[in-house]
């Protein structure tokens, strides 16, 4: 079955640095759209950023452009999200998801990894 599992969230003070991990499996990861989604409290589930399945098209959230970048690895199923310069906004549940193509519908979604930003 499909499994999506994140990692990597934590604690950090603002300007600090996560990189966050989304293993996959269960799918041909390379056949499909992976994205990062976010939901803070009280809040949506909102887009963070989404790569496409070659990994040559991504988008971004304004809220995060010049500060996250996403990356997939299809070598060893896993999207990765570099995540730069963090702000107290930033503070979320972070979620991975995976989609037939770049405009398509979240099929399948991770467990979620908290990422709180200090100060």
């Known amino acids: 079955q499909v499994q999506l599992a994140e990692s990597g969230g934590g604690l950090v003070q603002s300007g600090g640095s996560l990189r966050l991990s989304c293993a996959a499996s269960?799918?041909?990861?390379?056949?499909?759209?992976m994205s990062w989604y976010r939901q803070a409290p009280g809040k949506e589930r909102e887009l963070v950023a989404v790569?496409?399945?070659?990994?040559?098209?991504?988008n971004y959230a304004d809220s995060v452009k010049g500060r996250f970048t996403i990356l997939r690895d299809d070598r060893s199923d896993a999207v990765y999200l570099q995540m730069n310069n963090l702000k107290p906004s930033d503070t979320a549940v972070y979620y991975c998801?995976?989609?037939?193509?770049?405009?398509?519908?979240?099929?399948?979604w991770g467990q979620g990894t908290q990422v709180t930003v200090s100060g």
């Open positions: 790569i496409n399945h070659s990994g040559t098209q991504t």
């Open positions: 998801g995976r989609s037939w193509r770049i405009d398509t519908p979240i099929e399948d």
């Open positions: 269960g799918f041909t990861f390379g056949s499909y759209a």
